[in-house]
């Protein structure tokens, strides 16, 4: 058991604690539906209904699990799926940012998270990238 939950998470641990953290967070925003409300995040609400919020998080972060575990049996769409799913990550973690950072301009002093969702979006970019190049490393 220890030897295939190694297998999974040698060299993806990352991308196994986002695609987690967007399952977590979807299920307590579907509990709490304000709970993105109640934080600097309600800039981002005024953009997005809390419920796409959630769906989008759910969904991306299954897919990401999903991908992480095909992306062993699978040298093509194993990666290309990682690489999708890293960049929703991206996306979703920069409008965090972006939203701690309208906040900041409002209220201050700035958030401690701003430098967190800042690096977190970077990390995703990088994922991206490196399954990105699984794929043509493989491929060709």
Not at 29 to 44: C, V
Not at 50 to 67: D, E, K, P
Not at 128 to 135: M, N, P, Q, T
Request: glycine share 6%.
């Amino acid at each position: 058991m220890t030897r295939v939950m190694r297998h999974y998470l040698e060299g993806r641990l990352f991308e196994w604690v986002m695609a987690a953290a967007m399952v977590l967070l979807a299920i307590e925003t579907f509990a709490w539906p304000r709970t993105l409300e109640a934080s600097a995040f309600y800039w981002l609400t005024a953009a997005m209904p809390a419920a796409f919020i959630a769906w989008f998080l759910l969904i991306f972060g299954m897919l990401r699990c999903a991908a992480l575990i095909a992306n062993g049996r699978s040298k093509i769409y194993g990666p290309r799926a990682r690489a999708i799913g890293a960049l929703a990550g991206a996306a979703m973690w920069a409008q965090f940012d972006l939203a701690l950072l309208a906040s900041f301009t409002v209220k201050g002093p700035p958030s401690p998270g701003i430098p967190f969702w800042f690096t977190f979006t970077l990390a995703e970019l990088y994922s991206a990238y490196r399954a990105a190049s699984d794929v043509r490393s493989r491929s060709a």
